[in-house]
């Protein structure tokens, strides 16, 4: 697992909307439970200040890592991507949203930002600059974070009958690797090794189940196979996540050196 994921994962569970700022040793001590070296964890470190995702707070001979309201908006994201919107859609309302972009060729670091962004927010090439989700999406982040307001259109709409949905679906999204992801998922977690470190397992559960989840885009159960293996990933994930969730968190509160927020 990426460094970066790892540490997201470990800020979301015990900083987010605390008030608390931590000590970069306790970081590189928890995240190396995990397997991430201390080179790999401090290098993390540093390009999130750097990305603006995190800021120094000095106390004492201690460097402290606090979150910034950035960060703290794309961790909200993902902890309502987590544990409310979840990884099925029941409740489609028969909507699409419809966005289209046109950057130049020299702008290919947006593009390739934007694109990004669109995927994390569960949108799908259809053709060009025509990107397509279910339901109606809010892409206020993704104006905010890439200040490409002026370059964007956004519609909503529905389908007309003449349009094959299957065949618009099968374009945009690749659901086999989708799916794919699923099924791995749950052979690597239905029947995993015995641990005595609930906290590394926890960090490692979480981030796999959000690598699988932020590129799905939530796709209505009716244009889904019928068996369509997210929900049952899903329930593996809650019921791993419950049974670890209390040791995980009793061990954090004896390794994390966390004092108040400047801010």
């Known amino acids: 697992m990426r ?5 997201l994962t470990f800020l979301g569970d015990h900083l987010l909307d605390r008030g608390v700022c931590v000590y970069s040793g306790s970081v590189i001590e928890v995240l190396g439970r995990a397997g991430v070296s201390e080179e790999a964890t401090r290098s993390t470190l540093t390009r999130l200040c750097a990305r603006g995702l995190l800021r120094r707070q000095r106390h004492g001979r201690r460097m402290y890592f606090d979150l910034t309201d950035r960060s703290t908006r794309i ?3 993902g902890s309502v991507r987590l544990w409310e919107t979840g990884a099925v859609n029941h409740d489609w309302d028969g909507t699409w949203t419809l966005l289209a972009f046109s950057l130049p060729a020299e702008r290919r670091r947006e593009r390739h930002d934007l694109r ?3 995927t994390w927010a569960g949108f799908g090439p259809i053709q060009g600059g025509l990107w397509i989700a279910p339901g109606r999406r809010d892409v ?6 890439l200040g ?3 370059h964007i259109r956004i519609f909503r709409a529905e389908a007309d009958p003449a349009t094959d949905i299957a065949e618009m679906i099968s374009h945009a999204y690749d659901l086999p690797a989708l799916a794919a992801r699923y099924i791995d998922f749950r052979t690597r977690w239905e029947s995993p ?3 005595t470190d609930p906290l590394a397992a926890k960090l490692r559960l979480v981030t796999d189940w959000l690598s699988i989840i932020r590129r799905d885009p939530r796709l209505p159960i009716p244009h889904l196979p019928l068996d369509w293996p997210a929900a049952s990933a899903q329930e593996l994930f809650f019921a791993l ?6 040791p ?5 509160a004896t390794l994390l050196d966390t004092i108040p927020s400047a801010e």
């Open 193 to 195: 090794a015995v641990t």
């Open 140 to 145: 206020t982040p993704v104006l905010t974070d």
């Open 248 to 252: 995980a968190a009793e061990i954090a």
């Open 3 to 7: 460094s970066t994921s790892v540490m």
């Open 116 to 118: 990004a962004q669109l």
């Open 148 to 150: 490409l307001g002026s």
């Open 241 to 246: 996540n419950d049974r670890l969730a209390t």
């Open 75 to 77: 961790l909200r994201d």
